[in-house]
């Protein structure tokens, strides 16, 4: 695991209290986009043992939620003032709230487009995640949004950015097009895409896609969304429960990708994505009902339990969240 070891996370979290104006300037580092695991082999092995779902391919069900789920957290990651009703009602009647800005409703039907193509083209390659892109940035339904693209920047990988490409809130600047040899992001992207099939486990590959795009900033817009979408496919290609982003706090999501766009550190990043990632499963395992009533009940208690087997391969003895398989 990549980790700045200058640094405990307590005085990870206070360097990340001060303002970015004053953490000093970060350049990018080719190195991270090697095939590093985040997570070692027992761990993700004890994570997919929880997460694997099972059944030779999602159900209909198993894609309407997700496409209602992911819709609504990953646009409201973005500052989306869409409810997870009014996505429910959007996605499934195609109902716009008119209470609430056109741009939203854009947003929020652009992740329905790029999901219902990521479940269809379960592959992790450079072309299929150029394709979710194209879906989220299209600016067809709100073209003077500053959420969307022109269409001819839409699924493109960036080679120029004249007024510079900069990362609200974190002191990271990502490679600039011009400062380069030409081609040079597009290169990258090859080897972003390689690098996280060369990967052990569906696990790491969705982590490193989840972190990666965004490091790089390949594309002139929707690198976050883009990753959201993107680090599902190895965990859907796997049988693996899909990653909702729901229980993703925005605070910790941010704080994890700052860690690791200025410090190089995954460790924030890879605790958000285990805590939300346990507690999506928890939602989209084809459980029992007593199981899904108990673990209702008790979440938290469930999901610290789920947690501490991962990272220390410490259960009880009949959890009800390890099915038996």
Same mark, same amino acid.
Do not use: C
């Given at each position: 695991m990549n980790f700045n070891k200058s640094f405990t996370l307590e005085q990870l979290a206070a360097y990340l209290a001060n303002p970015d104006t004053q953490r000093p300037f970060a350049r990018y580092r080719e190195e991270l986009l090697e095939p590093e695991p985040a997570f070692t082999?027992?761990?993700?092995?004890? $994570?997919?043992? =929880?997460?694997r779902m099972d059944i030779p391919q999602y159900s209909k069900f198993s894609v309407g939620k997700l496409l209602v789920d992911l819709s609504w957290a990953s646009s409201h990651l973005e500052g989306n003032t869409y409810t997870q009703l009014d996505t429910q009602v959007l996605i #499934?009647?195609? @109902?716009?709230?008119k209470d609430k800005p056109a741009e939203d409703a854009a947003m929020i039907?652009?992740?329905? @487009?790029?999901i219902e193509y990521m479940v269809s083209n379960v592959a992790l390659s450079?072309?299929?995640? *150029?394709? =979710?892109?194209k879906a989220l940035s299209d600016n067809s339904m709100a073209p003077e949004s500053r959420h969307f693209l022109e269409q001819d920047k839409c699924g493109m990988i960036r080679s120029y950015t004249p007024s510079g490409l900069y990362i609200a809130g974190s002191s990271y600047m990502p490679p600039q097009a011009e400062d380069r040899s030409f +081609?040079? =992001?597009?290169?990258? &992207? +090859? @080897?972003?895409?390689?690098? %996280?099939?060369? $990967?052990?486990?569906?696990?790491n590959k969705s982590f490193f896609v989840m972190? *990666? =795009?965004?490091? $790089?900033?390949a594309f002139y817009d929707a690198n976050k969304r883009t990753s959201r979408i993107s680090c599902n496919i190895p965990l859907i290609e796997d049988g693996l429960s899909p990653l909702s982003f729901v229980d993703f706090e925005k605070r910790r999501y941010l704080e994890g990708m700052i860690a690791f766009y200025e410090l190089g550190d995954e460790r924030l990043a890879k605790n958000a994505y285990l805590d939300a990632y346990l507690a999506s499963a928890f939602r989209y395992l084809p459980f029992g009902e007593d199981a899904k &009533?108990? $673990?209702?009940? #008790?979440?938290?208690?469930?999901?610290?339990?789920?947690? *501490?087997?991962?990272?220390?391969?410490?259960? #009880? %003895?009949?959890?009800?969240?390890?099915?038996? @398989?």
């Open positions: 082999t027992e761990e993700a092995a004890r $994570l997919i043992e =929880i997460v #499934e009647y195609g @109902k716009i709230n039907l652009n992740h329905k @487009k790029a450079e072309k299929n995640v *150029r394709m =979710i892109h +081609g040079y =992001i597009d290169k990258e &992207f +090859g @080897k972003l895409i390689a690098s %996280a099939g060369a $990967l052990p486990d569906a696990v972190t *990666r =795009i965004p490091y $790089l900033q &009533f108990a $673990l209702s009940a #008790e979440r938290d208690k469930h999901l610290a339990a789920a947690r *501490r087997y991962v990272v220390a391969g410490v259960r #009880e %003895a009949e959890p009800v969240w390890l099915r038996i @398989k």
